[in-house]
């Protein structure tokens, strides 16, 4: 995510690297780079240009502490401005209403039948809803087919009228059933075309009269750059909606979208779409993703999420197994399991600070742990619980069952040794049990 924006900005700053003092010339040069990076990244040339001479201004306004570098401040500076420039602070949906009716929009191909059910997936078991989908895509062929596909996986009901060819009926008769059925969510998944013509936005604009929905997402694919901020300027010019999506954000290097559709629109960024699976979808946070286009990570994200999968009573096993020396490999899946459910291994090792650089060109993916569980499921049960037990025929039959090599068998073995010595160690430190307890107290 925004690795070639991150990558220039840093080079930016090194201009004032071994710099004594902040002064206009040497301010003039890093921010002229830096204005190159925001433009190589896509972003709107006026919102370019309003930025760096935003930041111009404070960096001269300021007093330089002496105990702080003048590159250290120009990236305060910048990592501020950033914040800013994506809206300041996370801007909350609106689920008032009975039902409450979020209407979605964009262009075909953005992303919007799935957001749509990463957004009742999300709300349906972080806020409690009972969602219903509605699909009013009437014209894309097998587009009620996928709602209904996403719908399932996620085990929430999608109402449709396959033989009807009127949205607006279906939406009004897709409230009424939400009504009788308890639902107290509706999102309508909307038709959408491979570029803006009058008839869509008329068909949406009839769409918004009839429902009256609390909430209008705009959802618009990230890597699209500029054509997305000027797809989203024409949509809220006749929707008025009320905040934006932005979806495969993940394989967006640049971050022109991100950083010009604030500005551009006057509407905040409200979620991302960060992978395939039902579960990639976060809150946009606009000081975090600063964080980590300027390389410092995003640890509140990244703890937030492994908050999510956290199971106390599990924790509280492992914790006294460790204690005791009893960690096994059925512990290893069952943590191997829960990772994988954080969302996309790179994306999560991104969020971790100055790992994101080392992880620029590694291929790592959730395919990534294939190779670890295939040899922990060729062991026998015994053999996971106790590793000592593998021998070198033991090594033999495991490396046949799994089609790995005894080397490869070797290097988990001693992984999972080292592994075992650290959380022994880290325990002995500190109590994470307790630790996660004080994060969740404050909160």
Do not use: W
């Not at 501020?80 to 929009?105: F, Y």
């Not at 937030?304 to 509280?316: I, K, N, V």
């Amino acid at each position: 995510m925004f690795e070639n924006l991150s990558e220039r900005l840093e080079r930016s700053f090194k201009i004032l690297k071994g710099q004594g003092t902040i002064t206009e010339i040497n301010v003039a040069e890093t921010l002229k780079d830096v204005r190159k990076a925001l433009l190589d990244a896509d972003v709107n040339y006026k919102v370019a240009k309003t930025f760096t001479d935003d930041v111009k201004a404070k960096a001269l306004g300021m007093n330089v502490l002496n105990a702080i570098k003048p590159n250290e401040l120009m990236v305060k500076i910048v990592h501020d401005e950033l914040a800013r420039l994506m809206g300041g602070t996370h801007e909350d949906i609106n689920l008032k209403g009975s039902p409450a009716v979020i209407l979605m929009s964009g262009l075909q191909g953005s992303g919007k039948t799935t957001f749509s059910g990463k957004l009742a997936n999300m709300l349906k078991h972080k806020r409690g809803k009972n969602p219903l989908l509605v699909a009013c895509d009437v014209y894309r062929p097998a587009a009620i087919d996928q709602l209904k596909v996403v719908g399932e996986q996620i085990n929430v009901p999608v109402y449709s009228e396959p033989d009807s060819k009127n949205p607006i009926k279906i939406a009004e008769n897709a409230i009424k059933q939400a009504k009788r059925n308890g639902h107290d969510l509706v999102i309508i998944d909307t038709a959408g075309r491979l570029a803006i013509d009058e008839q869509m936005m008329a068909e949406i604009a009839a769409i918004k009269d009839a429902v009256k929905p609390q909430e209008i997402l705009f959802v618009v694919d990230a890597m699209t750059g500029q054509d997305a901020v000027n797809t989203a300027k024409e949509f809220n010019e006749r929707l008025n909606f009320d905040g934006v999506v932005l979806t495969k954000l993940d394989g967006d290097t640049r971050g022109g979208a991100a950083l010009s559709i604030r500005t551009v629109v006057d509407k905040p960024i409200k979620f991302i779409g960060t992978g395939e699976k039902m579960e990639a979808i976060d809150l946009f946070h606009p000081e975090r993703m600063a964080d980590r286009i300027l390389g410092m990570g995003d640890i509140v994200s990244l703890v937030e999420r492994a908050q999510e999968q956290y199971d106390e009573e599990e924790a509280r096993k492992i914790s006294k197994k460790i204690a005791k020396n009893q960690f096994d490999f059925n512990d290893f899946m069952s943590q191997i399991q829960q990772i994988k459910k954080m969302g996309n291994i790179k994306d999560l090792a991104s969020m971790i600070p100055g790992v994101g650089k080392m992880m620029k060109n590694v291929d790592l993916d959730d395919n990534s742990f294939v190779g670890v569980e295939s040899i922990i499921q060729s062991m026998t049960p015994a053999e996971r619980a106790n590793p000592q037990l593998i021998n070198g025929s033991r090594k033999n039959r495991i490396a046949k069952g799994c089609g790995r090599s005894v080397p490869e068998i070797n290097r988990l073995l001693k992984q999972f040794s080292d592994m075992q010595k650290m959380m022994r160690a880290m325990q002995n430190q500190s109590n994470p049990l307790r630790m996660m307890r004080k994060k969740q107290s404050r909160r």
